[in-house]
């Protein structure tokens, strides 16, 4: 039996305070992630139940209890705070998806500090415009990823530790580098917790739009009222349960349900830190008997990739709900996840900025394979009309996916950007940038996006901050980027460029900038083609016409070209 | 044989790895371990296919081809040979 039920019970009379009342907060009272996470499932008498299954490359193995993960998030909140983090500061983890990146989340939010999580793979370029814009006062880093933070260090004044959870003293620490270990710390017992209140700001998330910079997304601790009953009605997170979000906490994914939706349900949960291989990660079901995995479409585009025999070589009986997201699940997908583990992939729709799932198809609800679901009760999903954005009525038309505003996780802000967070909001809707149609029985369907944002393996790229990273190339005149179709990641970065005199195309050229984006943003924004081309489109009045690149890419009729300049 | 690791090798170290106590050898996981992750083994595809002058299948540019430094010859080896 699931948690959720019927969804017409569900949708019924709805209100969020079922959250509230579950988690025993009033309004009005402390309410702080960090304590939710751990001290409160242990004052449940859970302290000695796992918290935490770890595995990291090489066969190394962990288990925490949630008394463990309590005292590790009190220990590093404590030295954070000695070393002068106050509340609202914000701390930046740069970390692999190692023990310490999950214990500091809970760390800098149990002392009030602004959690700013990165995805450690990102360049320093991509490293110094998110610590800059949020203005980080520290960063929490491994030994590995240190020189990246070092070659950002001398721009960035506001920056005043950079934490290292891995020191091994042969390399020499350098201005405002601090050493710390876990191991080594005498675990704090007693820890007093800063009493953050429901508005109170908790996760900063970046994010990717069309244009400008990336923007921080701002949550508030109050997020965990939808985060907590999101996962247990949507992951149908049960008490006996072994679960793993394939997720890093560099993307919201991470953080929404790789820590605070389980861990705030007091649920054993499972991280692997090494690279994909199908063998690995069967391996790793077989081996923890996870029972409620949560992934991505192109993972689990990888893994059909890899055959069905290899599924057939180990024991994945212990599979009992599998829900994805980040891109939009293709049908294949879902039909071929029945066959291989007799469960259907359920897709699961939200963004950055929603902070907890929106649409769904929900644990015992019939699933229509490709669809995106149905809005999770509370939430008012529609989508409006492109021209007028009032909500379509006739099922089958495509809209714009939009939701009215007010749900608990929904973001309060863009870091330092009112005007970019006032423009996400028309006719009292929130605008996700998505389109999509809904049939007569109320399921999504998605088209795609409504801009020019790639969405690569379920994580967006801003085209313009890759065309302008490629313009700091000494070879590269020109630049243009947009989405090219690809089998497992759905989109891929395709760049357009023209060459400054003096240098040719070649291969070893594409290979020189190909590798240039990816050191200074990340693998993912990396193109995985670059085309030369002898000159752009552009409209008469000089701007790039990227909608004719895509246009080619995706074989879709290239539309007015009226502007278009003339030699 | 020596050369064609050896050039890969430190191609790999030179590209991929920001730490410089990090030591791998011929049989060091690239993929699994995570020092190469999927959407860079592209950029390393296309080093091989322009540094030994070979066109590599989709089909066969897999993690499990492209996980250690002696899988990575052994694949390169296919097509230099033909």
């Known amino acids: 039996m699931s948690n959720f039920g019927l969804y017409e019970d569900r949708v019924r009379n709805f209100e969020w305070s079922v959250a509230e009342k579950e988690l025993e907060y009033t309004d009005g009272n402390v309410l702080n992630i960090g304590w939710y996470c751990s001290d409160r499932i242990c004052l449940k008498g859970k302290a000695d139940k796992t918290a935490l299954f770890y595995e990291g490359f090489g066969g190394i193995k962990k288990q925490y209890s949630f008394n463990d993960i309590r005292l590790a998030g009190n220990t590093i909140g404590n030295f954070l705070r000695n070393i002068g983090i106050k509340n609202e500061d914000r701390v930046c983890l740069f970390l692999d998806r190692i023990p310490e990146l999950y214990f500091s989340f809970l760390g800098v939010l149990k002392i009030g500090a602004i959690v700013q999580p990165l995805f450690s793979a990102f360049g320093d370029e991509s490293l110094f415009v998110r610590l800059e814009n949020a203005q980080t006062k520290a960063i929490i880093t491994q030994r590995k990823h240190l020189s990246k933070v070092r070659k950002v260090l001398e721009r960035l004044p506001n920056l005043e530790f950079i934490v290292i959870v891995d020191h091994n003293k042969t390399k020499k620490l350098e201005s405002r580098e601090l050493p710390f270990s876990l191991q080594e710390s005498k675990p704090v017992e007693n820890f007093e917790i800063y009493p953050t209140r429901a508005e109170s700001p908790s996760v900063l998330h970046y994010t990717s739009g069309t244009t400008g910079q990336p923007k921080g997304v701002k949550h508030v601790h109050y997020s965990i009222i939808s985060q907590y009953l999101t996962a247990k009605w949507v992951l149908d997170l049960q008490e006996d349960d072994i679960y793993w979000c394939t997720a890093d906490p560099g993307w919201v994914t991470g953080t929404s349900y790789g820590i605070i939706g389980p861990w705030s349900l007091g649920i054993t949960q499972c991280v692997l830190d090494a690279g994909f291989s199908a063998q690995a990660w069967y391996k790793f079901i077989e081996d923890y008997r996870i029972t409620m995995w949560y992934s991505a479409p192109t993972a689990i585009r990888s893994l059909m990739k890899a055959g069905e025999d290899i599924v057939s070589d180990f024991d994945l009986s212990s599979l009992r709900h599998l829900a994805s997201v980040g891109e939009p699940l293709n049908s294949e997908a879902v039909i071929w996840s029945q066959k291989m583990f007799g469960k259907l992939f359920h897709d699961t729709f939200w963004q950055t900025e929603t902070g907890s799932i929106m649409i769904t198809n929900f644990p015992g609800m019939k699933v229509k394979p490709g669809s995106m679901g149905k809005s999770f009760p509370g939430i008012t999903g529609v989508v409006l009309d492109a021209k007028k954005y009032e909500p379509i009525t006739e099922p089958g038309q495509v809209g714009l996916i939009a939701f009215k505003p007010g749900w608990p996780a929904m973001m309060r802000s863009y870091w330092n950007n009112e005007e970019k967070y006032r423009e996400k909001f028309i006719n009292g809707w929130y605008l996700t940038g998505d389109r999509s149609s809904i049939d007569s029985e109320g399921y999504f369907w998605f088209v795609g996006r409504d801009d020019d944002v790639i969405n690569t393996g379920g994580h967006l790229v801003s085209p313009f901050e890759v065309e302008s990273a490629l313009l700091e190339h000494p070879a590269v005149g020109e630049s243009a980027v947009v989405a090219k179709p690809d089998e497992i990641n759905m989109e891929v970065v395709k760049a357009f460029i023209t060459l400054k005199p003096g240098f040719n195309p070649g291969p070893d050229l594409e290979l020189e900038i190909m590798n240039f984006i990816r050191k200074k943003l990340s693998p993912i924004a990396m193109p995985q083609s670059i085309e030369y081309m002898e000159k752009l489109p552009k409209t008469r009045s000089g701007k790039i016409m990227r909608r004719l690149l895509h246009a080619k890419e995706w074989g879709e009729d290239i539309g007015d070209i009226s502007t278009l300049e003339n030699d | ?82």
């Open chain 2, 1 to 82: 044989m020596e050369d064609i690791k050896d050039l890969i090798l430190n191609y790999v170290i030179n590209e991929y790895l920001d730490d410089d106590d990090e030591k791998i050898t011929y049989d060091t996981p690239l993929i699994s371990s995570g020092y190469v992750d999927s959407f860079s083994m592209v950029s390393l595809l296309v080093f091989l296919e322009n540094k030994f002058k070979i066109k590599i299948p989709p089909s066969k540019a897999t993690p499990e081809a492209f996980d250690t430094v002696n899988n990575i010859v052994a694949l390169v080896n296919q097509y230099i040979n033909k």
